[in-house]
């Protein structure tokens, strides 16, 4: 028997955690994603770009390709889908799993100023010009016009356009991982007195957390949104192992 699995995807581990189910004789995967990245990395298994139009869409698309369970591994701040997966796997009656990255925690000799939102980061920085390096989604930057007295360096995987109205503001394309010692000479190179970033978790981009904590430099953390509250695990390994639990007939699961 062929367990049908739709994995919501996004992020280095969805990409990890559909090459390890795919390699199992009994999984057939089906990744989608939203299609942000113009030139996402090769994923190596089935996959499906773009919305489904809301959580009635993806229940309807659960039920049209008979789907054994939903695995959200979308990233923690992507709070829409996870949403819509939740209600949509309730919709459908089909199980669901999130792979949920465990967020950074500040330790000694950070310097964390706490924001909600992105716009409560914005106001964060303050009224005094500073050198601010902003490690956020290319859709999330725009709000940093409300604050123009700053200089901004902007660091996205794609192109930011159209580019920010502020008068000083320099852009860099790149793609983590980011090495801690990589992120400290950029941050040096370019006098960055703070941070800009959202708790991500996990190692691919905390290197500029760590190079921050090394040079006494303020991080404005944005706090993750609230997400659904649905079984979950940490890790690839982790939920690799869940997977037989919640594809096996309800009858056996004693449900
Ligand atoms: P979002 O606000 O939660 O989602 C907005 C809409 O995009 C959803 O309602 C859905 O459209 C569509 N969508 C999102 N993820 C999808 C997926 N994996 N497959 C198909 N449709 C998807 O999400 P977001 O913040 O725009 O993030 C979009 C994607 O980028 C996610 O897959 C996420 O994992 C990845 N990502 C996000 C961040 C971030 O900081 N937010 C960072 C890195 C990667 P419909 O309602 O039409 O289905």
Redesign the pocket.
Known sequence: MTHRILI????TE?RQLAGKLAARADCSVTL??????ENPIAQNVPT????????G??AAYLNDMRIDLLVD????????????AAQAARMAGAPIVALRRPGWEPVEGDRWTEADTVGEAVQALGAVPRRVFLA??R??VAAFEAAPQHHYLIRSVDPVEPKLAVPDADYLLSRGPFRQDDERMLLENHRIDVVVS?N?GGAATYGKIAAARALGIEVVMVRRPDLPDVPSAETVDELAAMVDHFVEPAAERGV
């Open positions: 919501l995807g996004g992020t969805a989608s994603l939203a299609g942000r990245t499906r770009v773009g919305g489904f139009g809301g959580a869409g993806l591994a979308t990233h923690p701040y992507a709070a829409r889908i996870s949403a819509n956020l989604g859709q999330e959202k991500s």
